[in-house]
């Protein structure tokens, strides 16, 4: 069969195989027509597809990533895992007590859109950060949307990670869940999509999908840049009209910078929602938690069960935290070790060590950053340019109270995903072993 032919590409290919699959399938599920309808689906996005082709030419990958039941199920025990730790009175009071006062706050919200990251092993998935506004979940679901069977087995095999159709109304339904956490049973407000110069972000076109989201569901939504966010009257406003509900995209996790101060303001006099906020980044997204979660010395103290503790140590890579004290010892060991910022964000300032400098080092010593151990991405096989290559890959589950949203990959080369690999770009994520087989049509089965 002709599919066949084009699916396969090593021998010994076992299309039950997940590890098989990501290296010896090469087809190319993406239905760029399809993408382009989807991105387009409302008329004030008109010219969007083309616009990202343009402009962001590696956003989207036309491969797709596959992982095993087994995987997906440990991604799922792992996240349950943190959340029992994130749960307990010792955890959150270490954790906020590094963080700035504006993190004490506790409004009511959880923090919309947190970022699982993963690099899949032998031994298991391995969680190598967590972040509090993962950007792409939208996109991601657009791009699900879009693939085609390029084989039998992605109709008979494979399913989606998430109810894909319905999957904007859960986002919305999310978003009204934050709102009604901290404003009760009150109709949700107005909201302000809010990132530092919207428009020059990569993920611009993700924002405009939002706002179209909102207003699809009857919420009226502005994209707002924050400096043009003011305070005043005990309301947070922009323009003419005040705005009650923040989908917050800055990476000023505090709120800190002057530009930030009228945010900041409403923020902590409670007179807007805000979501994510500082205490889901302190609770989850500071790197130097994750000390904590590798550490099984440390669960044990806090009190964590011994099945939650096994899961941690054997699925998060040990991290320590830099030190002077430690600095001799790391710095014989960093070969091992991936350095990052406590604060980090987007692999930003972040090293791998075999790649350091003694200048580089100065800087991290002087800094605030951990060491975790190096785990190396896993890798897919696609063909770019007539060509087969191998792309590494790294895997993000979107969560909300606990609950994977989503899973999606992304598929790069170089040290860190960059979104300018020919070839590379998010990728959709389907399970092998599939329960629901009903998402791919059999009649479409592109040669």
Known sequence: MREKETFIRAVGFDPSSAESLNRGCVCRPLDPDRLCRELEAEPSLAGLCEDIARTRPHLFSATAVFISREQFNRIAEIIAAVESVVSLAGYRESALARAPRIAQLDPGPLGVFLGFDFHLTSQGPQLIEINTNAGGALLNTVLARSQQACCREMVTEFEPTADLENLERIFFTMFSEEWRRQRGEAPLGRVAIVDDN????????????????????????????????????????????????????????????????????????????????????????????????????????????????????????????????????????????????????????????????????????????????????????????????????????????????????????????????????????FVVGAENKNFFNPGQISA
């Open 198 to 429: 919207p428009a020059g972000q990569y993920l611009y076109p993700e924002i405009r999908l939002f706002e179209r989201m909102f207003a699809r569901f009857g919420t009226e939504a502005v994209i707002a840049d924050a400096r043009e966010l003011l305070w005043r009257e005990g309301r947070l406003w922009h323009g003419a009209q005040p705005r009650d509900l923040v989908y917050n995209r800055l990476t000023d996790f505090y709120l800190e910078e002057p530009v930030h101060a009228a945010l900041r303001a409403a923020y902590e006099d409670g007179a807007v929602v805000v979501t994510p906020h500082p205490r889901a980044h302190a609770l989850y997204a500071d790197k130097r938690n994750l000390v904590t979660l590798s550490d099984d010395g440390t669960l044990a103290a806090l009190g964590v069960p011994a099945e939650a503790r096994a899961i941690l140590v054997a699925g998060v890579p040990r991290t320590q935290s830099v030190t002077q004290e430690r600095a001799e010892t790391l710095w014989a060991e960093r070969r091992k070790l991936f350095f990052k910022p406590a604060a980090g964000y987007g692999s930003k300032a972040a090293y791998r060590g075999d790649k350091l400098t003694r200048r580089v080092w100065q800087e991290i010593l002087r800094a605030n950053y951990v060491a975790q151990t190096l785990v190396a991405p896993s890798e897919r096989r696609l063909e770019v340019d007539s060509a087969e290559t191998d792309l590494k890959l790294d895997v993000r589950a979107y969560v909300y109270g606990g609950a994977i949203q989503l899973v999606a990959a992304r598929l790069y080369e170089g040290q860190t995903t960059n979104f300018r690999t020919p070839g590379g770009g998010f990728a959709p994520v």
